[in-house]
């Protein structure tokens, strides 16, 4: 079994600051990629941000410049930190993970995060 499990999330004011972790526990060979994803109310989920593990990051249009991906591979955790936060970044930030397991690549999700966006 493989566990995600994220924290740092809670109630910020528009233009404040917040860091998501996502740690990965379990019996796995490797982790490939890594990134985070939102989902509003009434939204689909939609990907933030992913992160490979030589290091290549990807953005969505609407937090680049904002958000910074990082991640240590040796604690297998991958961090989410979120500057300038609007309203319309509110949402449920879920962590994803592709994990070699035996033979096969398989993603994992995490229990999500509420992220709220509020003065």
């Known amino acids: 079994q493989v566990q995600l499990v994220e924290s740092g999330g809670g109630l910020v004011q528009p233009g404040g600051s917040l860091r998501l972790s996502c740690a990965a526990s379990?019996?796995?060979?490797?982790?490939?990629?890594m990134g985070w994803y939102r989902q509003a109310p009434g939204k689909q989920r939609e990907v933030v941000a992913t992160?490979?593990?030589?290091?290549?990051?990807n953005y969505a249009d609407s937090v680049k410049g904002r958000f910074t991906i990082s991640r240590d591979n040796a604690k297998n955790t991958v961090y989410l930190q979120m500057n300038s936060l609007k309203p319309e970044d509110t949402a449920v930030y879920y962590c994803?993970?592709?994990?070699?397991?035996?033979?096969?690549?398989?993603?994992?999700w995490g229990q999500g995060t509420q992220v709220t966006v509020s003065s």
């Open positions: 994803n993970a592709l994990v070699l397991r035996d033979y096969d690549w398989d993603h994992y």
């Open positions: 379990g019996s796995f060979l490797s982790i490939r990629t």
């Open positions: 992160i490979t593990s030589d290091g290549n990051t």
